[in-house]
Every structure is written in C-alpha cells, then in structure tokens.
C-alpha cells in the first residue's frame, strides 16, 4: 500500500495507540516509522513492535532517548537493553532533530547523540508499506474508534445527535 509520510506517520501512531501505548509513545512510533522506511529497514521490526505491546520497544525507546538526552552536553550518551531491535532503534534516533548512532555493545543498545549536529535530512513523499502490515496496523488503529450508535452520540461522540453542519 502506498500513502503519504504524514499517513503512514499518523497510521502507525494509531495502530500503536489501538495496541495500548500512551499517546506520546505512540506519536514518536509514528515518526520512526516513518524513518525507518526511508531507510529501507526489515518492516518484521515494526510488525514485532506492535505485537510487543504494551512492553517492548515503542515503550523502551521513547524513555531511553529521553534519559539519553537529560545528561546534557554536546554528545550524550546512554544504553537501554533492546539488542534486538537495533534497526528499530536506529529509526527512533534518525527521527531526532539532530544526528544520534546507536550500536550494540553485548547485550545493550548504546545510544550516542550530537545535539549540535542536524539530523540527515530524509527525502519524504510518497512510501510503501506491506500490504498484510497496513491491514494490521488499520485494524489497530480501528480500536480507538468509538463504536456508532446513539448511545455513543448521546455521549458526545461525533456531530451528537443533531448533525447542523
């Protein structure tokens, strides 16, 4: 399936919340999602993550580059235990604003960043997802989605009970 950045962005955030991650979490899943196809990265990480919910990665890595960058100074460094999902990781970073490395050290990932260095740019447009992981991402994306009917409406879902566009 081929969609827009800004809809595989919005769609992967989706899919993450649908499978249990706190809003944040799953805006900056959308992000790396999105980096992580420019990149050409193995897609099997981001199927992974989603199944790994509510633990896994798009939960880890959001607090690990956080504490990473709480250290300060022009090159903070910090790990996380998530040697796994390396690639992953690497989308996560290349979605700063500014240049970060992450590398397997045993059984960690070491996260390097160089906050007075600009992130590459990354030529966005148009982007392809697998077919069998935009179906399970629209599917988990539909779990937040308030069921219709009047029940719903009377509790304020949608225009409500009177539609005066």
Known sequence: MTCSSNEVMVLAGKAARGAGAPPAQASEFGRAVVHHICAGRDM???SEALDALPKGPIMDFPVAF?????KGGASPRGQVEASAWLPLAQSY?????FAARVTVIGEVLDIIADVQRPAAKV???RLTLPNALFDKMNAL???ILV???DASRR??????LTDND
């Not at 956080?66 to 709480?70: A, C, H, K, Q, S």
């Not at 970073?93 to 604003?97: E, F, R, S, T």
């Not at 509790?155 to 409500?160: I, M, N, Q, V, Y």
């Open 44 to 46: 099997r990480y981001v």
């Open 66 to 70: 956080t504490r990473v960058l709480e």
């Open 93 to 97: 970073a290349d979605a700063l604003p």
């Open 123 to 125: 030529a966005l447009g």
């Open 141 to 143: 994306a539909a779990r």
């Open 147 to 149: 069921p219709e009917s």
């Open 155 to 160: 509790a304020g879902a949608g225009a409500g």
